[in-house]
């Protein structure tokens, strides 16, 4: 199980922070990952983490996001500056085997329920 937390509204060029806490499996044994998805649009890869440590972000977050995952805590978390308007979208959790933010995730992918994020201009 995955539940993510840290939503909310920002402003642009503010900051939040989003957090995604596994349960029920070692978080570091799998891939984890944030995608998004806005009203109207598919849901895309944001960033990603493997179990080898490897990180991969979508180009239109790279130098602003940050993802990490603390394995003692079995948490992910998505560190998000310098946000933008075009941020605003409902942001999923995701674990499977591996996760990679340009490819689809598998059928066996394990998604938390989504948080919001909302940036004004």
């Known amino acids: 199980q995955l539940v993510e937390s840290g939503g909310g509204s920002a402003q642009a060029g503010g900051s939040l922070s989003l957090s995604c806490k596994a349960s029920?499996?070692?978080?570091?044994?799998?891939?984890m990952g944030w995608f998004r998805q806005a009203p109207g649009k598919g849901r895309e890869g944001v960033a990603a983490?493997?179990?080898?440590?490897?990180?991969t972000y979508n180009d239109f977050v790279k130098g602003r996001f940050t993802i990490s995952r603390d394995t003692t805590k079995n948490t992910l978390t998505l560190q998000m500056n310098s946000l933008k308007p075009e941020d605003s979208a409902m942001y999923y959790c995701?674990?499977?085997?591996?996760?990679?933010?340009?490819?689809?995730?598998?059928?066996?992918?394990?998604w938390g329920q989504g948080t919001q994020v909302t940036v004004s201009s």
């Open positions: 983490v493997n179990g080898d440590g490897t990180t």
């Open positions: 029920g499996f070692r978080s570091s044994n799998h891939g």
């Open positions: 995701v674990a499977d085997r591996e996760v990679f933010v340009h490819l689809p995730v598998s059928d066996s992918g394990v």
